[in-house]
């Protein structure tokens, strides 16, 4: 069974940069699509980006200005990098495997972190 | 981006139920919508997948139907631990983008 722990500060300042850790678990990172979700409080879900364990990306244009996710396949980790944090940016993040198959849907969620962006 | 909107924002229904959510793509997904079921203070589950597969271990009172643009959740006799807010997301075109949500009370 996969596993996924997301971890990092939960709080941040405005105009600073958010960075989370997604640690899989239970199972190989290779061959699989590995995302961020985030999801503010009390509204509905948003697609950050994701990243193929070599390393491609893509990622949401309403964010990909600001975004950065990279992998170490080697720690069984992928990140997320968020720049210059506005109180908008206050969510709960969640990292999530995509499954396999063709275009598949997210199968294994992480337990979400909430990350608040206030002085 | 493709736009996702679900039918009803929120719904009230009673144990037994038959419990119908739709969800319309603003153009068509061919059968790659998935729904997911959220509990409060939880993260997503996923529930079904390309428009009607069942996730391992998903009850069958839960199905799937639609193609195109137009989708369909339904829960065919609805049970207390079902309480919670229902999601589709479209994994036919990047950026994926899910619907507003559907709140589902007893």
């Known amino acids: 069974q996969v596993h996924l722990q997301e971890s990092g500060p939960g709080l941040v300042k405005p105009s600073e940069t958010l960075s989370l850790t997604c640690t899989v678990s239970?199972?190989?990172?290779?061959?699989?699509?590995w995302s961020w979700i985030r999801q503010p409080p009390g509204k509905g879900l948003e697609w950050i980006g994701y990243?193929?364990?070599?390393?491609?990306?893509d990622y949401n244009p309403s964010l990909k200005s600001r975004v950065t996710i990279s992998v170490e396949t080697s720690k069984n980790q992928f990140y997320l990098q968020v720049t210059s944090v506005t109180a908008a940016d206050t969510a709960v993040y969640y990292c999530?495997?995509?499954?396999?198959?063709?275009?598949?849907?997210?199968?294994?969620w992480g337990q979400g972190i909430l990350v608040t962006v206030s002085s | 981006d493709i736009q996702m909107t679900q039918s009803p924002y929120s719904l009230s229904a009673s144990v037994g139920d038959r419990v119908t959510i739709t969800c319309r793509a603003s153009?068509?997904?061919?059968?790659?919508l998935n729904w997911y079921q959220q509990k409060p203070g939880r993260a997503p589950d996923l529930l079904i997948y390309?428009?009607?597969n069942l996730q391992s271990g998903v009850p069958s009172r839960f199905s799937g139907s639609g193609s195109g643009i137009d989708f369909t959740l339904t829960i065919s006799s609805l049970q207390p631990e079902d309480i919670a807010t229902y999601y589709c997301?479209?994994?036919?075109?990047?950026?994926?983008?899910f619907g507003q949500g559907t709140k589902l009370e007893i």
């Open positions: 990243i193929y364990y070599s390393g491609n990306t």
């Open positions: 153009r068509s997904i061919s059968t790659y």
């Open positions: 997301q479209q994994s036919f075109s990047l950026p994926y983008t």
């Open positions: 390309t428009e009607s």
């Open positions: 999530a495997r995509v499954g396999g198959g063709y275009l598949p849907p997210l199968d294994y």
């Open positions: 239970g199972g190989s990172m290779s061959n699989y699509y």
